[in-house]
């Protein structure tokens, strides 16, 4: 019953929720490792990743090429308030890559569109064929209970692709060491093998 799962009695994480564990006053792991990394962040860590980012800018702005960096863009607050850093503040030249999977609206797209158009930041749209995407999807979900893979490796491939074919020196992503840096393997987990090991065990490899 879900009454009978334990708690954590800050931040409510299950006990079902994989390498948890609580301390006396019913805390979990998870919340004590995260003041334990960012109670004095706010303080040093963030003057000194600062410095380095602005030296990296400055590295990669020094190299004159078309573009400085490469943003994956899904339309999402994260990387939207990213492409809007690169081009607002730090006054790079960007392209934004949007891996457009099949399940993303027609409004979406058209967001997208609308946000680049305004931070006058190239796009290039990548949309892989539909039946493949619905097979891999499908795949993960009945086999192994999650179906964010696929896309997390496509996305991945292709960025990593175009920024080599663009000679663009430099990929930023709209992730947050703060909420994500705790994901574990069995929640969000994206390597090759991994993947090779779902597709190969179905007989997609074989289509």
């Known amino acids: ?21 609580f301390n006396s006053e019913g805390v979990c792991n998870i919340c004590l490792d995260y003041e334990k990394t960012w109670d004095t962040w706010n303080e040093t860590g963030y003057v000194k990743s600062r410095i380095f ?10 190299l004159k090429r078309k573009y400085d960096c490469l943003v994956p863009f899904s339309g999402g607050k994260d990387s939207t308030y990213v492409l809007y850093l690169c081009r607002k503040v730090f006054n790079m ?43 891999l999807v499908g795949c993960f979900l009945m086999n192994a209970g999650e179906g964010c893979t696929p896309c997390n490796i496509g996305i991945g491939s292709i960025v990593n692709k175009i920024a080599v ?14 909420s ?28």
């Open 1 to 21: 019953m879900e009454q009978d799962i334990k708690r954590c009695s800050r931040c409510i994480l299950p006990e079902t929720y994989p390498g948890i564990t």
């Open 53 to 62: 980012l602005d030296q990296i800018i400055k590295n990669v702005k020094e």
């Open 180 to 207: 994500d840096e705790r994901s574990h393997r069995e929640i969000y987990f994206s390597d090759k093998d991994y993947f090779l090991n779902v597709v190969t065990r179905n007989g997609l490899l074989s289509e």
């Open 93 to 135: 030249n960007v392209l934004a890559v949007n891996f457009d999977n099949g399940f993303q609206t027609n409004e979406a797209v058209q967001n997208i569109k609308n946000t680049v158009e305004k931070l006058d930041t190239d796009l290039i749209i990548y949309k892989p064929a539909w039946q493949l995407m619905k097979k």
């Open 165 to 178: 074919q663009e000679k663009i020196p430099l990929i930023i992503n709209g992730l947050s060491p703060r």
